[in-house]
C-alpha cells in the first residue's frame, strides 16, 4: 500500500519521511503516524485534510458527486434494493443470496420488541420532549436490558448487538412519537415488511388498524436506505471515537445520535422545515437569500451546502424522485410550502454566491418535504434519521472492533497560559 513517500522539511530539523498510503479508489493519503517522534504533531480542526481511519464501508467522491456502500452506487441500492438487504450489504460486505437474506429478514424481526419494562422510562419525559431527547435516553438505556451481548470482543456479541439496533430503533423511534401524542404505544407486527411495520406503529391505533400505502412504505424504504450510511461524518466519527475507549454499542449508539441531532448535520432536516416556515411567503425569499450570504449573519441556507460533495449530493438526486412520487400518490399539487421550497431551490442553484461554492441542495432538502407529506411531524425527521443511520454507525462500529483498533485521542494546538505559579487569594487583584 505504501509506494510512495512524502518527505517533510522542517525548518532547522532532520527532514521527515513520511509513507503515502493508497486506497482502492480516492486520493492518496500521507500516513503521519511517525509524525509525534519529531516533536510535532499535525493540526487540522474540523479534520478538512484529515482521514482518521481506514474502512471498507462507504465511498463518497464529494467531486464527482459519487457515493458507494462496498463499492455498489446508492442510486442501484435505492432502485434494485431494499433497506434490510443495504443494512445486510453494510454489516456483512456482500449483498445476501436469496436464503441468506430471508434468514437475516427473519433474525431482525425475532428481536422487533423491547424490553416491557423500558416503557417505564418513556414516563420519566415530559410529553413535550424533543423526540431526539427521548431517544439519546431510551436507546442509551437499551445497554442495561442486553446484558448478554455486551462483551466487545466477542464476535458473536457484536453481531447480536447489531441486530438488535437495527430491528428495535423503529419500534423505540415509534414508542417516542406515540408517547409525544399520549396514544399507546403499538407492538410491532412481524408480517410486515421493516418500512410498513415502522408506519403501522406510528400511526395505526389499537382501535384503528388501517392498511399500509404501498407508494408510501416504498418512500419510507428508500428513505431508510438513503440515510443508511455516509463515510466518516459526525456522528459515525463519534460512535468509533466512543467505541474506541471499549464502551458497549448501546452507549456508542446513543452518542452517535447525540451527534447527529445538531442543525449542521442530521438536525437539518427539522430545521429546513422549521426556516421555510420562517421565511413563510415566495416574497421574502430575497431577503433569505441575502441574509445567508451576509459574513454578519450567522443564519445559513438550511438544506443546502455539504462538507464532502462540493457537486449535487446523489442522494438528493435519488430523494427528489421520490418526493415526486409521493407528491403524486398523495395528490398533494398546491402545497404552498412545497411552493416555496422549489422555488427557493430554483434561486439558490441560480445565484453566484451558492454557484462558486458549490451550495447544493443536500439530501435532507427533500427529505424533510416527503416526510412531512407522510405526516411525520417535523420533530420527528431527526429521529427517523437515526433510525436509519443506526446500521451505518453500528457497521463502523463493527469494522473497527474486528482489526487492530486504538482508542482515538487527538492532541491540540495549547495557546492558554504557560506554567505559573498561585497567588494566594489575599493578593489576587
Ligand atoms: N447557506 C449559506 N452559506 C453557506 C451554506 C449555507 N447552507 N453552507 C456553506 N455556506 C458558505 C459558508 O459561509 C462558506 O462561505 P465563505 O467561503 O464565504 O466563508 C462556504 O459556503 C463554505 O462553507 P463551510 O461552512 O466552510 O463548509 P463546511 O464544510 O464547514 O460546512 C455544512 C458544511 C453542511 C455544515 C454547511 O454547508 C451547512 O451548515 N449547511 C446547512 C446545514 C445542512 O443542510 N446540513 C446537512 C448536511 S447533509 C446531511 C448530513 O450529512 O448530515
Redesign the pocket.
Given at each position: 500500500m505504501a509506494d510512495k513517500k512524502a518527505q517533510l522539511v522542517i525548518e532547522g530539523a532532520a527532514p521527515v519521511e513520511l509513507p503515502i498510503l493508497t486506497g482502492t479508489v480516492g486520493p492518496d493519503v500521507i500516513d503521519v503516524r511517525g509524525l509525534g517522534a519529531s516533536g510535532h504533531f499535525t493540526f487540522d480542526p474540523?479534520f478538512?485534510a484529515t482521514a482518521s481511519c481506514e474502512s471498507k464501508i462507504t465511498y463518497i467522491d464529494g467531486d464527482k458527486g459519487v457515493l458507494l456502500h462496498r463499492g455498489y452506487p446508492i442510486e442501484q441500492l435505492a432502485e434494485q434494493s431494499d433497506y434490510l438487504e443495504t443494512c445486510y450489504l453494510l454489516l456483512n460486505g456482500e449483498l445476501p443470496n436469496a436464503e441468506q437474506k430471508a434468514q437475516f429478514v427473519s433474525t431482525v424481526k425475532n428481536h422487533t420488541m423491547v424490553h416491557e419494562q423500558l416503557k417505564s422510562f418513556f414516563n420519566g419525559f415530559r410529553r413535550d420532549a424533543h423526540p431526539m431527547a427521548v431517544m439519546c435516553g431510551v436507546v442509551g438505556a437499551l445497554s442495561a436490558f442486553y446484558h448478554d451481548s455486551l462483551d466487545i470482543n466477542n464476535p458473536q456479541h457484536r453481531e447480536i448487538s447489531a441486530v438488535r439496533l437495527v430491528a428495535k430503533m423503529p419500534t423505540l423511534a415509534a414508542m417516542v412519537y406515540k408517547y409525544s401524542m399520549g396514544q399507546p404505544m403499538m407492538y410491532p407486527r412481524n408480517d410486515l415488511s421493516y418500512a410498513e411495520n415502522f408506519l403501522h406503529m406510528m400511526f395505526n391505533t389499537p382501535c384503528e388498524i388501517k392498511p399500509i400505502s404501498p407508494v408510501l412504505a416504498k418512500a419510507m424504504d428508500r428513505i431508510f436506505i438513503l440515510h443508511a450510511d455516509?463515510e466518516q461524518?459526525?456522528?459515525t466519527s463519534t460512535v468509533r471515537l466512543a467505541g474506541s475507549s471499549g464502551a458497549n454499542p448501546f452507549a456508542c449508539i446513543a452518542a452517535g445520535i447525540a451527534a447527529?441531532w445538531g442543525?449542521?448535520?442530521?438536525?437539518?432536516?427539522e430545521?429546513?422545515l422549521t426556516m421555510l416556515d420562517e421565511i413563510g411567503d415566495v416574497s421574502n425569499i430575497d431577503k433569505f437569500i441575502a441574509k445567508?450570504?451576509d459574513?454578519n449573519d450567522p443564519?445559513?441556507?438550511?438544506?443546502?451546502?455539504?462538507?464532502?460533495y462540493k457537486n449535487r449530493?446523489p442522494r438528493a438526486t435519488v430523494m427528489k424522485q421520490t418526493c415526486d412520487e409521493v407528491l403524486r400518490e398523495l395528490g398533494i399539487k398546491d402545497d404552498p410550502q412545497l411552493e416555496l421550497a422549489m422555488r427557493l431551490e430554483e434561486i439558490a442553484l441560480t445565484d453566484p454566491?451558492?454557484i462558486e461554492?458549490s451550495?447544493y441542495p443536500?439530501?435532507?432538502?427533500y427529505s424533510g418535504i416527503i416526510l412531512k407529506a407522510i405526516g411525520i411531524p417535523t420533530s420527528m425527521f431527526t429521529v427517523i434519521?437515526a433510525l436509519a443511520r443506526t446500521v451505518g454507525w453500528i457497521s463502523h462500529w463493527k469494522e473497527m472492533l474486528s482489526g487492530p483498533y486504538k482508542i482515538g485521542r487527538p492532541r491540540q494546538l495549547y495557546t492558554g497560559e504557560p506554567q505559573r505559579d498561585i497567588t494566594a487569594l489575599k493578593d489576587r487583584k
Open positions: 474540523g478538512m455516509h461524518n459526525a456522528s447527529l442543525p449542521a448535520h442530521g438536525g437539518a432536516n430545521a429546513v445567508a450570504k459574513k443564519f445559513k441556507l438550511m438544506g443546502f451546502g455539504h462538507r464532502v449530493d454566491y451558492f461554492r451550495l443536500n439530501v435532507d432538502f434519521f
